[in-house]
C-alpha cells in the first residue's frame, strides 16, 4: 500500500510540474517585439517617439552583434585561407630564346678568304723604246743585274768595241756575269742619257736605236763611252749589245 500511495504522489507531482513548466515556457523575440509595437501604437507622443528609436537602435546593436558574431564562427571554421599561404614557386629552367634557335637553325656567314697571287711576271723587255731607255738607265746605274737581264735581248747581246771584233751572243745569265766580272768590286759605276735617242750606225753591234752613256773602272779602263743598243724584237724593245770606246 505504501509503495503504491508513493507511486501515485510522484505522478502527480511529475503532472504538476510538467504544466507549471509549460506555464513558464520562454516566449520567442517576436512576442515581445510585436508587444513592444503593439504598446508603442497605443501610447503616440514622445515617449512613442523614443521607444520607437529604442527599438531601432536595439534592432541595429543585435544585428550588428548577430553579424560579427557569425563572421567570426564561420572564420574559426574555415581556418586560414589558402590565398594567405604563400605558394611555392617551381623553378624554371631557361628556355631557349628564338634568336638561340635561330642562330643554330641558319648557319653563320663566314668570309671568303679571297686567293691572293703574286702579281704575274711582266714581259721581258719594254713596250718602246723610250721606256728601255729609262729602264736602262735606273738599272745600270744602281747595278740591279735582276732588272738588267730582263732587259737583255733573246736573240742574243754582244759586246763590241770600236773597230775592233764583238764577241759571240750570250744569253741573258751570261751577259750579266760579263758585266758583273769586269766591274770594280762588281757594282757598276755608269751614267746613261736616256735622250736622245739616236739611228744605228753601222760600226755597232745589231740594232735599230742607241744611247749614250759613260762608264767608270770597267775593266782596265778608268773612264770610256759606252753606246747601249737597242732592238726591237717582235713588237718589244730589247737590250742587245754595247759598243765600248765610242766615237763621239
Not at 642562330?103 to 719594254?126: L, N, R, V
Request: avoid cysteine; glycine fraction near 6%; charged fraction near 20%.
Amino acid at each position: 500500500m505504501d509503495q503504491e500511495k508513493r507511486l501515485t504522489l510522484e505522478l502527480a507531482l511529475e503532472e504538476r510540474l510538467s504544466s507549471d513548466l509549460g506555464a513558464l515556457a520562454v516566449r520567442p523575440y517576436s512576442y515581445f517585439r510585436e508587444a513592444a509595437m503593439q504598446q508603442i501604437a497605443e501610447k503616440p507622443g514622445p515617449v512613442g517617439l523614443l521607444l520607437s528609436f529604442a527599438r531601432v537602435a536595439a534592432t541595429l546593436v543585435v544585428a550588428a552583434l548577430f553579424a560579427l558574431a557569425a563572421a567570426f564562427v564561420l572564420l574559426n571554421l574555415r581556418g586560414p585561407s589558402p590565398a594567405a599561404s604563400p605558394t611555392p614557386i617551381p623553378s624554371s629552367s631557361p628556355t631557349p630564346t628564338a634568336a638561340s634557335s635561330t642562330a643554330t637553325a641558319s648557319p653563320t656567314a663566314t668570309a671568303t678568304p679571297t686567293p691572293t697571287s703574286s702579281s704575274p711576271i711582266a714581259s721581258p723587255g719594254a713596250a718602246s723604246a723610250q721606256d728601255l731607255a729609262d729602264a736602262l738607265k735606273v738599272a745600270l746605274e744602281n747595278s740591279d743585274y735582276a732588272s738588267l737581264a730582263e732587259l737583255v735581248s733573246r736573240a742574243g747581246w754582244t759586246a763590241g768595241s770600236y773597230q775592233a771584233e764583238g764577241t759571240p751572243r750570250m744569253s741573258p745569265q751570261e751577259t750579266i756575269d760579263f758585266v758583273r766580272a769586269r766591274a770594280k768590286d762588281g757594282r757598276l759605276s755608269a751614267t746613261v742619257e736616256s735622250r736622245p735617242l739616236l739611228p744605228h750606225e753601222t760600226y755597232q753591234p745589231l740594232g735599230d736605236l742607241y744611247v749614250r752613256s759613260i762608264w767608270r773602272d770597267f775593266g782596265t779602263v778608268a773612264e770610256q763611252n759606252v753606246d747601249l743598243v737597242l732592238r726591237n724584237d717582235g713588237g718589244r724593245w730589247f737590250w742587245s749589245g754595247v759598243l765600248f770606246r765610242a766615237p763621239r
